[in-house]
């Protein structure tokens, strides 16, 4: 059968893109040319904030002092497991060497981006998990300095729970300050630090549109839009469970998608039915994103059978997938487009959100489909090299003579005339190629 929507959602992550790009492109040139005096304008005028931009020392002791044991203990305990995961992945990265032909060698080696910059946002929320994504996996890669970057609350600062965790995860510096102003301070190397060669990490529009123009001059970890969860459920799946799962992730914003696929009609519409009630028992911060997020962009699909339900998830290629169904191997197997995979009812989106050790900073809007989430490896660049004697050069010296004349590139066929020339003058070759 065809998908039948039982729920289908009226708007989409695009239906209120509204243009933030001219905003954006003046408060980044504004500061390209008005330096730090500039970005401490835009910080007065947006975070509201007029205290230390680079925390000192003492700064950060103190915020440390302010954050409770136990916070610290859940803190270390998330840093420990993303640190592991994330050296386990840069083991994956091997620099090797083969002989191409004989006599010519090439190579591969991995090697750190020199300078970091990590966006940790701080408005309605403290993403203090951020800050623990971003600056461990710019850590284990080998960064050379890494800033972590967070907007300040106005009169207040940082939150004290972000300064320790940042520190605790090996930032060289912590920036108190937001927004188009922060990025463009890393980006710009403002403030005495070295320019970021890569930022990373999750932002509200302006920031994400920052990242955009930036891209080509800095790399970024992604263009990042509204988070999206979907689960995938069968008969098995406890219904309960899966709607507490999606209002969990629902709470992220008022246009953050998520969505069901259940080969199931009984569970679909007893999920339907519990959502409400669970929106409602939100506290009151926290209800409104839900209550829009499930009104206007989710949706409950029903398919046909599992292949069915894992094609659909494959089209929909989600920040977040959550199988609660039997054969968890088959899924794992089958299923091939998502930012992080989460398997059966013993895990959960938020364990990887907080501290399980995969990144929490994933594709949206589809672009699952072509790429992965932030790794230790996104700050690593991957370059070759090679080296020949003599004989090895030779054939490889012929091959591109030839190639490049059909191109009708001379000046590279020069380059490897007079190498075969110099090396082997007793020799004749032909350099053209006909046919």
């Known amino acids: 059968m065809a998908r039948e929507y039982l729920k289908k959602a009226p708007l989409n992550a695009q239906s209120d893109a509204s243009d933030v790009g001219e905003t954006v492109r003046t408060i980044l040139n504004d500061i390209e040319a008005g330096g730090d005096a500039k970005a401490r304008e835009y910080a007065a005028k947006f975070d509201k904030y007029d205290g230390n931009i680079i ?245 409950v699909i029903l398919c046909a059978d599992r292949e069915e339900m894992a094609a659909t998830s494959d089209d929909y290629a989600p920040e977040h997938l959550t199988v609660q169904a039997e054969d968890l191997d088959w899924w794992l197997d089958r299923l091939s487009c998502y930012g992080s995979l989460f398997l059966g009812e013993e895990t959960t989106v938020a364990f990887g959100d907080k501290a399980s050790g995969t990144n929490h900073v994933l594709p949206t809007s589809g672009a699952a489909s072509y790429t992965g989430g932030l790794s230790v490896h996104k700050y690593m660049k991957i370059v070759t090299w090679q080296r020949a004697t003599r004989e090895g050069a030779k054939p490889v010296a012929e091959a591109t003579a030839r190639i490049a004349r059909l191109e009708g590139m001379e000046g590279h066929a020069r380059t490897a005339d007079i190498r075969l020339h110099k090396y082997f003058p007793d020799e004749t070759f032909d350099l053209v190629g006909h046919g």
């Not at 700064?59 to 203990?73: R, Y």
């Not at 386990?88 to 020199?114: C, F, Y």
């Not at 461990?136 to 600062?157: F, L, Y």
């Open 55 to 299: 925390l000192t020392k003492e700064e950060i002791a103190a915020a440390a002092g302010q954050v409770p044991d136990q916070i610290k203990k859940d803190i270390q305990f998330a840093h420990d497991n993303v640190r592991r995961f994330a050296e386990a992945q840069k083991e994956t990265l091997r620099n090797i060497e083969i002989e191409v032909v004989p006599g010519l060698v090439a190579g591969q080696k991995s090697i750190p981006v020199n300078g970091a910059g990590c966006y940790v946002p701080g408005g309605r929320y403290s993403h203090i998990a951020s800050a623990i994504m971003t600056v461990t996996t710019a850590k284990v890669a080998g960064c050379n300095h890494i800033v972590a970057c967070s907007p300040p609350r106005p009169d207040v600062g940082v939150a004290p729970a972000i300064i320790y965790a940042a520190d605790l995860c090996g930032a060289d510096t912590i920036l108190a300050m937001g927004g188009v102003q922060g990025v463009a301070a890393m980006t710009f190397g403002l403030f005495g630090l070295p320019e970021a060669n890569i930022l990373v990490g999750p932002g509200n529009q302006f920031v994400a549109e920052a990242k955009r123009r930036l891209f080509g001059r800095v790399g970024i970890d992604m263009i990042a839009g509204p988070t999206d969860s979907l689960v995938l459920a069968d008969k098995t799946a406890d219904p309960l469970v899966v709607a507490t799962d999606l209002v969990g992730q629902a709470e992220h914003g008022y246009n953050s998608p998520v969505w069901l696929v259940t080969d199931d009609r009984a569970l679909a519409e007893k999920v339907m039915e519990l959502v409400p009630g669970l929106i409602d028992d939100l506290p009151e911060v926290n209800k409104d994103n839900a209550t829009r997020a499930w009104r206007d962009y989710a949706e």
